[in-house]
């Protein structure tokens, strides 16, 4: 695989641990409160939580990626790639934090493993 790929990689890594990080952290934190005062307090608190803040930094570190990425390929290639973050999602949700994984799901995914290559190769 061309080292290229490298930037396309990192920002998809970094996106997916972000998203489990946030799950992980807010499903110890409760629902969302109804109230507006409430929300506000349940949201500052979660932000403030150290492993939340690790995935913003995680998004800005996936943008840094991002950018690195888009000076090096057309973004009709680079964006498909993205698409895999939703796969590796999907795999870690059912590995970490024991969600379903449905036939619609794995289809979804192979239907988007199959657009990625369709991208990449033709």
Known sequence: MNRNYFSII????????GQLVLKWRLSHKGVLP???AAKL???FRAFIDPYVLSAFAAALIASFFWMAAM???????AYP???LA???VLLFSALL?????????????????AGIIATVKF
Do not use: D
């Open 41 to 43: 307090t349940f949201l």
């Open 10 to 17: 990192g920002c998809i890594a970094f996106t997916v641990y």
């Open 86 to 88: 939703f796969a590796l």
């Open 71 to 77: 000076s090096k390929f057309q973004i009709s290639v």
């Open 97 to 113: 934090f024991h969600e379903p994984v449905t036939i619609g799901k794995v289809l979804g995914i192979g239907l988007i493993c």
């Open 34 to 36: 109804e109230e507006f």
């Open 81 to 83: 790639f993205m698409s």
